[in-house]
């Protein structure tokens, strides 16, 4: 079942000078249709600008269509009036994790979805609890949130969002300030809640190792959906990424390096164990 | 120019029995032209490192010393040293204001109370270091993509002709191409006009391939201070302390577990690439 079907989607807005009179128009999504998985994990990559938070940001309705439709577990976000239901099953986690955190204690942070959700006092704290330890943050739960490191922090928004319990969870970079640690945690939690809880993952990133275990990597270009495939497939064309300012991850550039001097190394190698034994094989 | 680092600490209780430091007696020395990378996991003490070096906080114990001298000296001008010293910020796109870029990047240099001509003689030279183009000069800072504003606040510093430049994670948030870009242009201002340059960068990829030399902290002292390659040999104490070496080494050190006789410092793709086709000539020939 598809959770997500985008059909379409044009997402334009306007330009104004300073007199405030209209200058250009601008067209950041440009005719995107693609249908989502109910329980995979899509990778979104692109340049600055190509058009993957815009993308993003429509699922959940906090972009509506300019023309096309979004529907988000078979609700139109245009025609939808309960804007509520639609979001609950759409969380989404941005790139600061400064800018996301509004408690003063971890556990009235990660309750405050469900509360405004109107959830019961009783069920509320059960779900915090179950956020808590979802992420690996139990032990945190009455510590200020200031004090934790970004990969923590980012945890503590993941949990925010399953408190909710939602169907699918946008990241928007989620990684992009965290040291290389932070970035393994959040990612790690992240494929967690994927297989372990059918949560539907859509991750944008700029960093391409983050991609190599996604279901599906979908690359954007000027708004368009320019590539879309496994990992591998996406990966295999590293002369077409390059000219849309993305690369492939480190051990893949240079298999597809020695590759172009002669040496007879498959395409698309994604780890550094394939590598190593693709390599050894040639030896 | 010589910046330098002398036992400092900080501690937000130094009068405490056992005070808790942030910083713990570090010591180091910058100097022209050199390309350093600061590297440590959220918390070990870079921000508060990079907040001496400029004097926006004073250790409480310790020296820091520019071209000799303690900036926290009775009458010690810390406004010329702060254009001296130069600071740019996380997202330092988020400080731009002006209507245009060339006044924003006129900003600096009109503080320091310099001439109109040479305010923007200075902002011209330094969109050409980071190579923003002159039609640029009239247009909205807010039109720009991400790393082109970027560029421009870094212009806005470099304006203020700064001897040391010190960049808080500058590529966070920029596509692969908008990384190399900027990282290239400080890697050129530090080759060419012999800035000494200070990165704070949580890319072992990044570090590895631009700079000379790795500051590496944890919990508040200071662990390494070598080339990257050596820093990068010690991979697992690395990740002891919340850090990683670059791919490319791991993918060395997996070659050379596989029966490679394969040099395991290699830590940039060029490198690999290098190391690995000797090894298939030599064994051709």
């Known amino acids: 079942m598809n959770i997500i079907e985008i059909l379409h989607l044009i997402h334009e807005y306007k330009e104004y000078d300073e007199n405030e009179t209209e200058t250009e128009t601008v067209r950041a999504i440009d005719d995107v249709t693609l249908s989502i998985e109910e329980g995979s994990f899509v990778t979104i990559l692109g340049h600055n600008g190509s058009g993957k938070s815009t993308l993003a940001k429509h699922v959940n309705a906090l972009l509506l269509p300019t023309g096309g439709t979004v529907m988000l577990c078979g609700q139109d976000t245009l025609k939808t009036e309960e804007l509520w239901t639609l979001r609950k099953n759409a969380g989404m986690v941005f790139q600061n994790p400064d800018n996301q955190i509004i408690a003063s204690v971890v556990e009235e942070d990660v309750a405050f979805g469900p509360e405004n959700l109107g959830v019961p006092t009783e069920k509320l704290e059960k779900r915090v609890e179950q956020a808590l330890e979802r992420v690996g943050m139990t032990a945190f739960r009455m510590n200020s949130p200031n004090r934790l490191s970004g990969g923590q922090k980012q945890r503590i928004a993941i949990a925010g969002m399953l408190a909710m319990k939602p169907k699918c969870i946008l990241m928007d970079e989620p990684t992009a300030m965290l040291d290389p640690v932070g970035r393994r945690e959040v990612i790690q939690t992240v494929h967690e809640l994927n297989k372990q809880e059918g949560i539907t993952i859509l991750l944008i990133t700029h960093y391409m190792e983050e991609a190599v275990d996604a279901d599906r990597v979908i690359v954007m270009d000027g708004g368009r959906l320019i590539m879309d495939g496994t990992p591998k497939e996406v990966f295999s064309r590293v002369e077409e990424l390059k000219a849309c300012h993305m690369t492939v991850p480190q051990v893949t550039e240079l298999a597809y390096e020695l590759k172009k001097e002669g040496l007879d190394l498959p395409d698309g190698i994604l780890t550094t164990e394939e590598f190593a034994e693709a390599l050894w094989n040639l030896h | ?285």
């Open chain 2, 1 to 285: 120019m010589e910046l330098t680092l002398k036992n400092v600490s900080f501690s937000y209780n130094p009068d405490a029995k056992e005070p808790k430091y942030a910083v713990k007696d570090v010591s180091f020395t910058i100097r022209d032209g050199e390309f350093c990378a600061l590297i440590g996991h959220t918390g070990s003490g870079k921000s508060t490192l990079v907040q001496f070096l400029n004097g926006l906080m004073e250790p409480t114990s310790g020296e820091v010393l520019f071209n000799g001298e303690n900036i926290f000296g009775k009458k010690y001008p810390l406004k010329t040293l702060r254009q001296k010293v130069g600071l740019v910020f996380q997202y330092p796109e988020h400080q731009l204001f002006e209507e245009t870029i060339l006044k924003d990047i006129c900003f600096g240099p009109k503080n320091m109370g310099l001439p109109k001509e040479e305010q923007l003689t200075r902002a011209r030279h330094a969109m050409e270091l980071v190579g923003l183009p002159e039609s640029y000069e009239e247009k909205s800072p807010f039109e720009l993509s991400g790393g082109e504003k970027r560029r421009v606040a870094i212009a806005g510093v470099l304006a203020m002709s700064p001897e040391c430049l010190i960049l808080d994670e500058p590529t966070a948030g920029l596509d692969p191409a908008g990384r190399d870009d900027i990282l290239g242009t400080v890697r050129e201002l530090s080759d060419q006009e012999g800035i000494a340059v200070v990165l704070v960068s949580h890319s072992m990829e990044d570090v590895a391939v631009y700079a000379e030399r790795l500051l590496v902290m944890n919990s508040g002292t200071l662990v390494y201070d070598d080339t990257p390659r050596n820093v990068f040999r010690h991979y697992k104490e690395l990740e002891e302390i919340g850090l990683s070496a670059p791919q490319i080494t791991y993918v060395a050190h997996a070659l050379k577990e596989k029966g490679f006789d394969i040099d395991d410092s290699v830590m940039t793709i060029a490198e690999a690439k290098a190391e690995i086709l000797r090894i298939f000539r030599e064994r051709n020939s």
